[in-house]
């Protein structure tokens, strides 16, 4: 990914105007729309929506996220979305586009964990970074897949932020709980190479989960270690980990990690978590710091959010992601 | 407008799924988009969103109602909606396509209504039936604007469903409880050529409204009306009387003519209102037996809607309206 | 209650403004705020507010009701509400004041209802008609008991609209299920004046009570009966009953005789209600053939309510009552 | 099933209070619970819940559906519910009991759908009638299925009330709109018996689904239909059409073909259904003249319920069909 | 309170199925339902719901608490809950159940606060630890009253999370806001023994109050003292202080303690509270370093929470309460 | 402003009872209403409300915000509201009076600024210091003509909380992104005057305007420096910039500085801001270390509040602000 003037040969979409509530709902932060994997060449970036919930074990309706994270953006076109802090703006620095979602019938977790799997090869094949709208966190699976087939299982580590460690023992059958053990379990994810951070919760299952895996050598920062050692003491240990352990970087980001304050529209929320500035200065800093191959951002569940403030977060989460790799980039 | 086979040489918008929660925001009922005016020739019917609610008086945020229209389609592609009352799908009969929403800044009213007028005027040039997504109702003025300038202020009728006359007396400054009383003072509209249905509430300067209005031939069919006589009785009269005034009728429909359970997303709202079936019945047979030149569908209020309620009404109200012409050019 | 021009020589209550949204809450339809009960001479009509809910069995809130129906009205000043299907402004016809609300601390029923029934007592006093927003429905024992102090406990019917008979049987204890109950066991209700219209539900003790009242000559007309008969029936022979009952009738209207969908905002629905428009017919109806004595729009409930729904039907309720009692007044 | 008097010997589930907000959420209108099959012997009626919802084509969250309609009763123990104009209380002349709800991990259609089944099973083998919460209405498949075991497929009728056909051609993926297709489809259900009443919408498929089962004897009674003819005339035809075609008739109401101002909380809402009192007085006329073999009420879903209106209205719909079966059986 | 292996010989109440929203509403984290008095011997925690509001100053709504933080429970069954930063589960280290609601008829304040007092010297009397679920902090006085009847007046210290102190000086009608005033009046509590954290809010009284209260030994740490010491010193001065004036704690948690953002869902809420986060450390701390002989957790007003995240955390507060207290107990 | 002892000569508006929640809607915290602009004398602080959002770029609706802080008061009567940290009560030491609002149709930004800007001239020729509760930030551009008008253009300086810094480069036409920028322009105000804090957010425009205004002098303080140096750190600098530009200070607070989670109800929230906590401890710190000519709070926009959170925490940020003010006069 090189720092290179943005050229966008690629058609705009564009209703007529310059209101952020104006047309059909828009691409994300009106990025260009790119239907055909064969459009994607040139590309640094692109966003493809998961709209999937069926593995969701307790409130349904992220399904509805990919639309909620796009329509949360409240500034309009242009494509220009400047990080005040990094003083880089990324839709400038890399070339974005929006690839559309997966999503057909019938709608089973299934299906479109086979069809996103086939979506991200393209992305990958292209040579950029897939950004994956959720839906539910079984995506990880797909993008471990994906990943895996593309780098190899060692080519990459993951950061991952989230209320639940994600790796359940029984594998079985796949769902929202377990897409990082049954990535392992396939040969798709060196347990080794993955990092949590934020996990709490009051799981029957989890000590045991954490044990095994934790033998196995994947590191779990749960909650009361990121308030006791304060989140930068975390964030360096987390970056060096990853760093030692493969070339890039897949950050996978449960919009969870957030306390339901800061995150009402999730569907498996735990109290006590991250507030969105810190989420956002830690995605931003692991981007700018690690070589990010891919991003997730999921469990948005427009039913239950309140005022859009769980798509709001999200959708800066990425803008923030992207902002640190633009930084990276110019470097 | 003639009853053959579509053809739609314009290219469909298609996120590559077929699940109506999948990629960005859609069109209208998942028809083409076509943004350029160049394009629009061929086109039987074109959907407009107006995004504005500057002119609105009591409760805001009419702006989003336009797409909050488009998200409440629950079905998704393909672009087929048949009416199984009519035995006829809109879709098929007649050439819809989205022409996006006007919308620059600044977002005043003036500037939103001069966008809103040039586009009119290109669809009417092109020999389509406008159907606009409201939006406040200050928007009627422009639409009487560009339909006397295309038919003359005779040329057309107005049906107009709503809780309001909308024909306040003063008109220096425009807003949403006096587009048509503007356009009659502007010359775009004869007094005598428009009918009210659903009239209600305690505004105080109503019944010298009613009374000026009414000694100039401008029909008000208060809801108590509509109860005694019933709504068969009163269509019957409304559509003697339309076809008597003139060769063609703009069908308004202000959702608030709707009772506010039934459309509780409206700004200004009035107990003892219609029921929806009752106001889809009443929009398909004047469709169906009038002959329609422009159709507004207006006030959806989604910041204060529930479950969609109000938006799903406003499309299933545009669904039958269009089923009505279709039927109709069938004949 | 003379059909005199009004004179308001009460102050005014103006914010400087005139939008309906601007200053703090208005009062009942922007009348004037009169608050020392010496100056309620030459009223017609007293609006008082009754925010308690301490009797309510199942969701409170209805505290919040009198303030809720305040701010329903969506027109703002002037205090002109005219009736288009009358033909009338009560406003104009009627000298309407707003005596704010009861409630002081403690805010027990027992300390709120004395505080009422002192000042129904200076409303009656000065020959007006008391107009009480509820709150919950246990308001009717003080509101009795003022009557019965005023004009003898058999100089009054109640004509009573509810979805709960409100006639429990145990009237150690007030709740909002047993005012009627209680002020006819405490003599200040002759049972065979009341009838009530709308009644439904599957309480376990409902029908001894219909059963032990009947046999006492109360009339109760269930929601299956208003279906079969039609409305319009049903009230003629309300009517009729009432007026050989009594000389005056207090209205009394629980908004949860509405169907839920039309009412949301109650703390006890009943599925299978009236529709707002026949309540607002039924009431007006009854205002204009009826000696209207009192009336109270209770169990109003904001923190249930939806996008205003309920409070809006309650607002409206009370104006096409004062309508039906100035278009009596002026015949 | 005999009107004698209700014995309960099984344990009463009670929290130590009558308030109906108190303890753990309650049984089905505070019947007893009864978890073990093998002592539903001598019940008339058992209640399961289907917390399902994972083959719902747009909004899910029906899975909280069945503790929603148990968590509507507001009136507490003890458990009587007299109906009022049928003058009987169904929880006095039947043994109604409360089953619990299927529901294990991992939580799919397949796995859920079988665990019904075998609920239903045993409801079945004990003589008495299944009444199934919902849920998505996939649920009609297994309940289809056992009713065929039991009965045969010719042994019993549907009557259908919903805004859907759930008829699709398509069968190979089960999902919520073609539960009864695949019941044709596989055996357990005669098409010439199940009637359709308040179907509308603009699916695309609707027309050949509904020309390809009516060449099949299957009728669907259309949304327009009953405004046209009235739902009396069209309960008159569906009666004597049930009658004529099976000993027994399962009903089957998906809340959805309430209007969605009735019943907002539904995962794919049309506009333009029927008013609560309507399918009340519907559901009770077909229970009392009809023989219930089985019930279900679905596509509940909290998630988006405004108020618990949907939720209480589906509590009545459970109740009146309750009430017309004892009213039958005690004829 | 031994540190035990669990035995349970009590019957587990379960609907067939583990998936959480399965079945009527579950107890507190699925522990046994012990109803009858007699059999909580052997209990450790006996966890008792208080739906009562009938004292609330102003919105209402808390009698909805105790079934919403029971609700609130996002794992199901089994009944285990490890604490991942205290490397126990309290479940299995303590026999924990759950006594139900008190609640009859009628519910007042009097009625519902002697039968509260009754069940609580059951749990005392078996020696276990009351939880109470509210409700509206008025019960405070019933805990104080049956503490004091166990362990005598100085037999008990208290600590108070609250955004008020709770000790208005006129007590001589109960409310929410002088529980502990009215304690200490009775003599069932000494002032010196109470220390209140997080105090905030503009209440004409409080001044006066805190000077009162101050000079008798009352400690109250205001918000600010909160945010300038750090709640880590505020905590240490707290467990000193307590474990010098009495030999065990009552803990008792207003859940307005949190800043609104993290417990919308509270009755009289006061901006600029605790985070979640800070809360569940502090409470499991508490519960860790002090012999904890009763918890209350109160006000949690479902009315209007949003998203459930306000009985979301009260659900936490209670498990970070049990874990601390496990934790204790395997000292 | 003088520390004087207060006299309230002006007459008390009080509905009959001391209940919160009783009565139309209260003034400011129940301080007396003075709506004659010759009564203003010897006031020294008047609350007007600025009910306005014609100039919102995104979600409209804080056009209620100033009736919605006034609902936000939970005391009641009397108007006394204490500060428990500063151990003074503002209302006891300053005049405090609420002037109603500006509002008249038709309700354009231009008209509605003209009257504000009338209002503010009385207000200030009093000498007392306007408190304007928004309504939209475009209010700050009245506020600075009125400032300017009276103290000079260099008179006064600016603290400013907000997510943005409102100073477009573009301002022909005034919307709420430039009111600050347009006062510039028209002379009323001094770039190097003002300090920005809490900026973020991913606007194309903002790094130009950073650049420009920084160039002048203008400072802007974003929400990572916030963070990065801590906010005591930042207040230090502001207090001292402040003090060394002008002798008096325009505090201006734009709800959305706080994160959303804190502030749910403003129409361009951006992810990331700060706490409420924080919020009220930095105006009371200024307020009290600054001598503060004029104070706004604006952008509360109740039609996407959530339980109140956003008004209850403007009205608090009043009330700290009149605590500083009350706790510096009496120095």
Redesign the interface.
Known sequence: MSGRAPEHPMPRR??????????????FAHVP?V?EPADLAGADVVVI?A?L??AT?????A??G??AI??AD??GP?A??????L?V?PLAVLRVV???????????VESLHA?LRT?LGHVLDAGAVPVVLGGDHSVALPMAQALSARFGAHGFAVAHFDAHGDVELET??L?HGNPFSTAIAQGHLSAANKVAIG??????T??DE?AYWGARGLRTV???EV?ERGLGAVLDEVIERLQSRAPRVYLSVDMDVL????A??TG??????L???EL??AVRRLARELDICALDVVEVNP???????TA??A??VV?EALGGMAARSTL
């Open positions: 564009d209703y007529g105007g310059d209101l952020p509530y104006a047309g059909p709902g828009p691409t729309l239907l929506g709209p919930d069926q074990s307790y409130r349904p309706g399904r509805f990919p639309r796009r329509d409240i500034v242009p220009a979305r400047p990080n005040l802090a003083g703006d929006d690839h559309g979602d997966v999503g057909s019938y019938p709608n089973t069809e979506a079985d059958v769902d996990v709490r919760g009051y799981w029957p989890a000590p954490l749960i909650m009361d308030v306390d339901p304050a800061f009402p529209g498996t929320p735990e109290p006590g978590g507030a969105t500035r956002l200065l039913m239950i959010d309140v005022a859009g403030i709001g977060a959708h800066a803008l």
